[in-house]
């Protein structure tokens, strides 16, 4: 499924995917969500809940494009579903729309259901225990990846898409064909190509249409309808509605068999994996999408409810009338063997492999399993089994997280040699680590609680309630403890708290009260010995001829020296 992925800047790494694919092929690497093809079976159930809209999905529309500029002949193979597109005066109005776009030659895809219902009739009054449709690919992709051994229920037929692919191409010399409908893995179907001819050259969904006329300003509701080129028979219209495989096939039901309608991906899921319970003959109807193609994920653009989208369908099979039956001789071949597929083989790891990757997220007994699925995955040893298949890390798992960020930040708290206290607006304090303990001679139980001019003696806290914005650091003394601090303050906005770091540094003022005393000192006795050097100059300048000029010059400059160290 290489057509579908997660745009790398969006993933803000929440695994809510993880958490709805049903077959967990969605894998973390470096926090970004990456879709593993051979493990997708294109549903697109990641996509439309991704709160970040971080879905990629490749599209054909420029290859297109491309070929209606080049005026190749396309014939457009439109899903039954189109009446859910959206609420238009009449459903035909979008059949006009591609017509605008560029598309000469639009048929109904359920040309094909009509050879697909024949063969599934014909499977329904047959001898096989089971026999289950193949017209969604999501499910034929499930089954055949992980549930290899209900392939042999598989019909053996292709969907009414690839038929009528392949009927189009088998009447029509060198034409492209372009199938426009709600499913997202019908762009993975397309690469079951059987012949030249079995091949469908592009698929576009209802999203990528949507967006086309929003592009081109076409408006559906001012368009006149406009009817297919070749339109399908009356009952196979009902194929995108939960049951309506049923409708259009079994006209008459037989006692020895039993018909089941299964929809949406965990319900398909949960009757597969019982399936080999069921005693007697079944024929199962089975849709990936909740209520069948109608709430495919390729229309997620759709404003239309669920209800409104069956009630359209509905309307439009009343409105329509029986078309005139083509000769039913099948001139191409729709049978399929699904079998050919390889199944996905899980690898199967020891208790102690488990054990081990539990341990690293922080869960030693069974009581630290929380099974809370905050990581996408339903239970911790699932988790460590995708973290042996390299398709998880250990970091999401959060409660792990939390409690290692809230460790560290403990260890931090309580052994740093700085005083950390945290107040309320009402400078009421909430947070009184260790070294504060020390510093303020008071104990945390003693703290805690109380107004802080109280404990500390300084409210440094006011400081900040009319600079919030800023970091202030100042230097403040605390005359009851005898001690001099660097005060670091910040106003916590999400907390709506107040923070101080105060670095105790008495011992370094005192050093300079210290050196400053020294200095003065030595700057008096300095100035003794200038004195008294002066006056033995004055008293033996006149023995020895010389001035005193010299001599004070020098004296003064030691004098100066002794002033600029003391500043």
Known sequence: MEYLNFSEANCQNCYKCIRTCKVKAIKITDQQATIIPELCVGCGECFSICPQNAKSVKTD????????????????????????????????????????????????????ASLVSEKYKEEYYSEQQHIITSSCPTVNFLITKYY???????????????????????????????????????????????????????????????????????????????????ESELLTKWYPLSGGVEKATIN???????????????????????LDDIKGKTWIEMNACKSGCINGYGNSLSDLSLNNKIENVLNYIDNCKESEKSEKKCNVGIDFDYSIFVENKTKVYSDDEIREVLKRS?????????????????????????????????????????????EMSSVIIENTPNGIIVATKDFEIVEFN???????????????????????????????????NHTIITKEAFNDISKIMIVSLKYIQNHDLYLAIFKDVTKEEMAKIRNKDTSINALEMAQKVIDKQMIVAHEIASLLGETTAETKVTLSKLKKLFDEKNE
């Open 434 to 468: 260790p070294a504060s303990v020390d510093m303020f001679m008071i104990s945390k139980k003693n703290a805690i609680g109380q107004h802080a001019k109280s404990v500390i003696g300084n409210n440094v806290f006011k400081k900040l309630e009319n600079n919030s």
């Open 148 to 230: 290899h051994e209900h392939v042999k229920y598989l019909s053996e037929t292709l969907s009414p898409m690839m038929v009528h692919n392949k009927l189009i191409k088998n009447e029509n010399e060198g034409v492209y064909t372009v199938f426009i409908g709600p499913c997202i893995s019908k762009k993975e179907e397309t690469r079951v190509c059987t012949s030249k001819n079995s091949c469908i050259d592009a698929v576009i969904t209802f999203d990528d249409i949507r967006n086309w006329l929003k592009e081109e300003n076409i408006d559906l509701n001012t368009l006149e309808p406009s009817k297919f080129d070749k």
């Open 362 to 406: 922080g869960k030693y007994v069974k009581s630290d399993e929380l099974n809370c699925g905050a990581c996408g995955y339903n239970t911790c040893k699932e988790k460590a089994v995708a973290v042996l298949n390299n398709m998880a890390e250990i970091e999401m798992c959060l409660p792990y997280m939390r409690m290692i960020n809230e």
């Open 252 to 274: 008459e039901p037989s006692k020895d068999r039993r018909v089941i309608k299964i929809d949406g991906m965990q319900n398909c899921k949960e009757f597969l994996e019982s």
């Open 61 to 112: 529309i420029d290859y297109v494009k491309e070929l209606i500029k080049q005026n190749k002949k396309i014939i457009v193979s439109l899903a039954p579903s189109f009446p859910s597109f959206d609420n238009l005066k009449s459903p035909l109005s979008f059949i006009s729309g591609l017509r605008e776009l560029g598309f000469s030659e639009i048929e109904e895809t359920s040309i094909g």
